[in-house]
């Protein structure tokens, strides 16, 4: 992932509701703030006594900006803001309005105040675009941070709007098209707008193919997170389908299904190509998650109410028969997963849920698992 979308990525979207709190100065500085000595000399100020957040007794808007971006690496956070808000309330045309905003917007990120940090955003990109030079850089990072404070408060149509805006716009690296295309793609995922979802995320693979046609670009990041969301998408669609009788909607509904977990199959396959182990290890979690609850739903069918007793039992045969072989893919796509997953250490927490849905499975299923589940698999029956 680049600096910006720190929320995208293959390892999934935990998003959490934003806090609504101000933060203010730090205590005892705001006396000293309100007290009228102190005097504006040549664009500085200089007061009677030494600053209580400062620790200054005169400062212009440079010596506030660098003091708040020293502050801020010591990991003084809240002191970094206060100053930041000083700066922008004493010098509200300083030319390092709009590099303080952002640094601002960063440091409420940082202490997961999205709402706040979005205020912060939103006075960079009101201003018109600034066409070029630095604050135009910043003018567009302000846009993806935006999202990523949006998609946190999970306001998923803002941060579609975001990636269409920045997708307008002209003169993006390839980095960050492709960072905007996942980033729209995961907007259109969460309104469960799938086919458009679908396309966009068709698109940044495409954008990718080109990239490489016509240059050395090598970042695989947003490209696997691309191809991983398709299968995701078919694996959401495939949970949709319930099963359930009379026979002929039951028939329907399980062909349908498969189709879906075939799909999915097929595509978080192909998310490999992009991927790194971590990513090896969630495609195994996403396949075998599958092959689980499809026969979990398959065991909890009763058999129909007008079935004799000879047809009762033909019927759970088909059916223990159905479950050993769904049981026997999971074990196969769960442990396959697992062989590549140890090898990274990054991937230990993706490890942890591929060793206990093992464990839950050979629990239900005490026959031991054999080549059965390769052939299966591979056969895609």
């Not at 005097?39 to 400062?59: H, N, W």
């Not at 070029?132 to 149509?157: I, K, P, S």
């Amino acid at each position: 992932m680049t600096k910006r979308l720190l929320i995208l990525g293959v390892l999934g979207l935990g998003l959490n509701a934003c806090a609504t709190r101000i933060a203010e100065p730090l205590a005892g500085s705001v006396d000293v703030y309100t007290k009228h000595h102190k005097m504006r000399l040549s664009g500085a100020v200089i007061r009677a006594e030494t600053d209580t957040l400062t620790k200054l007794k005169s400062y212009d808007d440079k010596i506030l900006f660098d003091l708040a971006v020293d502050v801020s690496a010591q990991e003084d956070q809240a002191r970094g803001r206060a100053i930041y808000v000083r700066l922008l309330g004493e010098f509200p045309e300083s030319s390092l309005r709009i590099p303080a905003l952002f640094n601002l917007g960063l440091l409420y990120e940082a202490d997961s105040l999205f709402k706040e940090a979005l205020e912060q955003y939103l006075e960079i990109i009101d201003e018109p675009d600034p066409y070029d030079g630095a604050n135009r850089q910043t003018w567009l990072d302000a846009y993806f941070r935006w999202a990523v404070c949006a998609a946190h408060m999970e306001n998923w149509e803002d941060v579609a709007k975001a990636f269409q805006m920045l997708l307008a716009q002209p003169g993006l690296s390839d980095l960050e098209q492709l960072e905007a295309g996942v980033g729209l793609g995961i907007a259109y995922q969460n309104q469960k707008l799938y086919e458009d979802a679908e396309i966009m995320f068709q698109e940044v693979l495409s954008w990718y193919r080109e990239m490489k046609r016509y240059g050395a670009f090598n970042d695989r990041g947003f490209v696997a997170e691309a191809a991983f969301r398709l299968g995701q998408i078919s694996a959401e669609r495939f949970d949709l389908i319930v099963l359930a009788f009379p026979q002929e909607i039951l028939k329907k509904s399980l062909e349908l299904k498969c189709a879906f977990l075939l799909q999915a199959q097929d595509r978080y396959l192909k998310a490999l190509r992009y991927g790194d182990i971590k990513t090896a290890a969630l495609v195994g979690l996403g396949i075998g998650e599958m092959y689980e609850k499809l026969h979990e739903m398959v065991v909890e069918l009763k058999a129909p109410q007008e079935l004799n007793a000879e047809q009762r039992a033909v019927y759970e045969e088909v059916v223990e028969e159905r479950i050993r072989v769904l049981v026997k893919k999971a074990l196969y796509v769960y442990e396959r997963s697992l062989l590549v997953g140890r090898r990274d250490p990054a991937a230990e927490p993706w490890v942890k849920e591929l060793e206990e849905a093992v464990a839950r499975l050979r629990s239900a299923y005490r026959t031991p698992p054999d080549v059965e589940g390769k052939k299966d698999l591979e056969a895609g029956s």
